[in-house]
T-cell receptor, first 116, second 113 residues
Framework: DAGVIQSPRHEVTEMGQEVTLRCKPI?????LFWYRQTMMRGLELLIY????????DSGMPEDRFSAKMPNASFSTLKIQPSEPRDSAVYFC??????????????FGSGTQLSVL | AQSVAQPEDQVNVAEGNPLTVKCTYS??????LFWYVQYPNRGLQFLLK??????LVKGSYGFEAEFNKSQTSFHLKKPSALVSDSALYFC???????????FGRGTSLIVHP
């Protein structure tokens, strides 16, 4: 299994531009998480999907952030317009939920986003 | 509600010495506890978990963790540290009534040659 795949690996953009981050979860996993990691705030949950449906988006910072999961094998996180304070590493993680939630998460390698 | 505390931002240990990375938790109900490790420029990787049963859990790379219900702790341990163990370690907790794990802020482990 290739694991959770994220693209791009690095993204450098200018303030005001639209940024789209992509994630392919592990096949068969029905839960997907987007996290943001910074030195100041550590690992923050942005949004959680279960069976392609957004269940908890309370961590999404503001309306500039949006996430979609059109099918079980693909998710996007979009920032429009981007700002320098959005600079961080964004991780996608997936998990299989089979009636219980004590399974481990599998993380992608992350997208390093720099907004200039 | 569920929360996790990792009281140390950084732990320094000499190679060959035992290491401990601390984690305490707060939950309503029975906890499921996890340790993850993050190497530079990589995502988090699962190390071990406690669900039920034996309080001492063994995981990858020689790590183990002890669940202590009375102290609400789940400290990560290794008898003999390696330089290659240097990384960022995260403790996480989830309860049966939640779908979302709560992560600690992470502890940077530095093993000196």
């Amino acid at each position: 299994d290739a694991g959770v795949i994220q693209s791009p690996r690095h993204e450098v953009t200018e303030m005001g531009q639209e940024v789209t981050l992509r994630c392919k979860p592990i096949s068969g996993h029905n839960s997907l998480f987007w996290y943001r990691q910074t030195m100041m705030r550590g690992l923050e949950l942005l949004i959680y999907f279960n069976n392609n449906v957004p269940i908890d988006d309370s961590g999404m910072p503001e309306d500039r952030f949006s996430a979609k999961m059109p099918n079980a094998s693909f998710s996007t996180l979009k920032i429009q317009p981007s700002e320098p304070r959005d600079s961080a590493v964004y991780f996608c993680a997936s998990r299989t939920d089979r009636g219980h939630t004590n399974e481990k998460l599998f993380f992608g390698s992350g997208t390093q986003l720099s907004v200039l | 509600a569920q929360s996790v505390a990792q009281p140390e931002d950084q732990v320094n240990v000499a190679e060959g010495n035992p290491l401990t990375v601390k984690c305490t938790y707060s939950v309503s109900g029975n906890p499921y506890l996890f340790w993850y490790v993050q190497y530079p420029n990589r995502g988090l990787q699962f190390l071990l978990k406690y669900i039920t049963g034996d309080n001492l859990v063994k995981g990858s790379y020689g790590f183990e963790a002890e669940f202590n219900k009375s102290q609400t702790s789940f400290h990560l341990k290794k008898p003999s540290a390696l330089v290659s163990d240097s990384a960022l370690y995260f403790c996480a907790v989830i309860t049966g009534g939640s779908y979302i794990p709560t992560f600690g802020r992470g502890t940077s482990l530095i093993v000196h040659p």
